[in-house]
């Protein structure tokens, strides 16, 4: 299900192993969307860190997790809102219901702890080798923010 999301619906929507989809409107957000043939060009997964929402993603400072209520009740929302004007989720729904099962909670939450702190991918080739095709072996050492995602999706299927 793909809900566009404003800052109270976000609250309200998200459950752990939810995806948040961004499209934002700046050059360089153009050209992720080119080379990598989509539409958004961020995305981060939400977590429960110490009992709160929490957004689990790959930015300029490396992988971590920031507070969701940071992003909905601080000026960071707003001046974020600006960067990135379409806020996609894709609510996670398995054959128990909506959310995770215990299991994908677990191996969520061990994949968070595996890959906070590592390193951001800057390498801009690295998000052409879908568009030219190329294959090679993973490496985590460094990461970008679809494919920390792609990680965890791939661990909890």
Known sequence: ???CADAGLLGHTLQEGDLVL???KQLHDHVIQCCTRSEYNHIAVVIRR???LALFEATSPGVGDCALDFYINSYYWTHFRKLF???VIRQIHTREG???TRAMRAELLKYTDEMTGRRFEINPIRYMETLLSIKHAEDFSAVFCSQLVAGECSRSE
Request: hydrophobic share 40%.
């Open 22 to 24: 961004f499209t934002g």
């Open 98 to 100: 909506r959310g995770l």
């Open 1 to 3: 299900m793909c809900l």
């Open 50 to 52: 110490n009992g709160a």
């Open 85 to 87: 004007p379409r806020v």
